[in-house]
């Protein structure tokens, strides 16, 4: 799975642009992601324009974002043998902590990906109220 990353944006934006999708209607949200699974961009501008915005707040070029898929899997693998191997259990219980946290952000990944690809980039008048 290749990295997709939105443009750098300052806390203050991508905090805006975070709230602006959630207070979105339920079924608006729903319906934008499930347009962008199938390639398709959500009939209305504004609810398009905000999960663009929503979609470049989450996927920000950091470096968790930039991580390929095999590193967390090699680290779950390698936490559960020395888990084995040494008998300290305490690291299978971090290797379960770390895949976790790694199916959460490919599932983030998953959901929003499609939604930066299919958006135009952002006017300057394009901005989350």
């Known amino acids: 799975m290749s990295a997709v990353v939105?443009?750098?944006?300052?806390?203050?934006?991508?905090?805006t642009?975070?709230?602006?999708?959630?207070?979105?209607?339920?079924e608006d949200?729903?319906?934008?992601?499930?347009?962008?699974?199938?390639?398709r961009r959500h009939p209305d501008e504004r609810v398009a324009a905000v999960a663009w915005w929503y979609a470049a707040a989450v996927l920000q070029p950091r470096w968790y974002?930039?991580?390929?898929?095999?590193?967390?899997v090699v680290a779950v693998l390698a936490l559960l043998a020395a888990a084995f191997l040494l008998n300290f259990w305490p690291l299978g219980f971090l290797a379960i902590v770390v895949l976790l946290v790694s199916a959460a952000l490919v599932r983030q990944?998953?959901?929003?990906?499609?939604l930066l690809g299919l958006m135009r980039p952002p006017a300057a008048g394009d901005v989350p109220d």
């Open 65 to 72: 974002n930039r991580m390929p898929l095999a590193v967390p």
């Open 109 to 114: 990944r998953l959901l929003t990906g499609p």
């Open 6 to 15: 939105g443009p750098e944006m300052t806390p203050q934006r991508r905090a």
């Open 17 to 26: 642009a975070l709230r602006a999708f959630h207070t979105l209607p339920k």
């Open 29 to 39: 949200r729903e319906d934008v992601l499930a347009l962008a699974r199938q390639g």
